[in-house]
C-alpha cells in the first residue's frame, strides 16, 4: 500500500525558518514526482512545485519561487519543503502528494498545519 | 498562472445528476488531456477521482465521469449520494511545466 506521512503540525514565529517532511512507502521512491500543494484554511488548493527524486530536477510556482525550497533524500524516501524566513501569510495546511507523470496526484498525505505568529 | 475558473457552489437531490465546469485557456485545459479532478470531504486530504480527462482509478464509482471540449472540462456525478458532499477541484497542465488548480466547487447534496 503507498503511503505519503508528513510531520507534524508546527507553530513558529515570522522570519524564523522551518522544513517538513514527507515520507513515502509502500512503492519506489524515485518512480513518483513529489508536489507540494498549499490550503489555508477555508480557501482553495494551490499548487506549489515539485521534484523528481531521481535526479532532484525541481521547478516551482512563479507565486513561490524563491520563497521556499523543495527537496529529497531518495536514500530513505523523504521529501521537504523549506522556508528560510516565515510570514504570517504561510499560516496553512501543506500537503505532498505523488504523481508518476508530475500532473496527477494519485497519492496524498495527511497534510502538515504550519501556523505563523508572534 | 490564473486559477482554472470553477462555480463556488452546486447542489443536486439524492438521485440527480450534477455538472462542476472548469474553466481554462489554450495554454492549460485547452492544450492538454491533463485534466484531473479531486474530491476533498471536510477535514480529509484530497482524492484522485478522474485523471486524464476522463479516467477513473481503481476503486472510484463509474456515477463519476469526466469530459472536455476546447477549454472547458467538465466532471459529472450521476446518482448523486450523501457521502458525495464534498468540496471538489480540477487540475490542468499548463505550457509552462506547471500545474494549476481551480478555485474549488463545494457540492450540497439537498
Known amino acids: 500500500e503507498v503511503q505519503l506521512v508528513q510531520s507534524g503540525a508546527e507553530v513558529k514565529q515570522p522570519g524564523e525558518s522551518l522544513r517538513i517532511s514527507c515520507e513515502g512507502s509502500g512503492y519506489t521512491f524515485t518512480n513518483y514526482w513529489i508536489s507540494w500543494v498549499r490550503q489555508v484554511t477555508g480557501k482553495g488548493l494551490e499548487w506549489m512545485g515539485r521534484?523528481?527524486?531521481?535526479?532532484?530536477?525541481?521547478n516551482y510556482s512563479p507565486s513561490f519561487q524563491g520563497h521556499v525550497t523543495i527537496s529529497t533524500d531518495k536514500s530513505i524516501g523523504t521529501a521537504y519543503l523549506q522556508w528560510s524566513s516565515l510570514k504570517a501569510s504561510d499560516t496553512a495546511i501543506y500537503y505532498c502528494?505523488?504523481?508518476?507523470?508530475?500532473?496527477?496526484?494519485?497519492?496524498w498525505g495527511q497534510g502538515t498545519l504550519v501556523t505563523v505568529s508572534s | 498562472q490564473s486559477a482554472l475558473t470553477q462555480p463556488p457552489s452546486v447542489s443536486g437531490s439524492p438521485g440527480q445528476s450534477v455538472t462542476i465546469s472548469c474553466t481554462g485557456t489554450s495554454s492549460d485545459v485547452g492544450s492538454y488531456d491533463r485534466v484531473s479532478w479531486y474530491q476533498e470531504p471536510p477535514g480529509t486530504a484530497p482524492k484522485l477521482i478522474i485523471f486524464?480527462?476522463?479516467n477513473r482509478p481503481s476503486g472510484v464509482p463509474d456515477r463519476f465521469s469526466g469530459s472536455k471540449s476546447g477549454n472547458t472540462a467538465s466532471l459529472t456525478i450521476s446518482g448523486l449520494q450523501a457521502e458525495d458532499e464534498a468540496d471538489y477541484y480540477c487540475s490542468s497542465y499548463t505550457s509552462s511545466t506547471m500545474v494549476v488548480f481551480g478555485g474549488g466547487t463545494k457540492l450540497t447534496v439537498l
Open positions: 502528494a505523488a504523481s508518476r507523470s508530475g500532473w496527477d496526484f494519485f497519492f
Open positions: 521534484i523528481d527524486p531521481t535526479d532532484s530536477y525541481t
Open positions: 486524464e480527462v476522463t
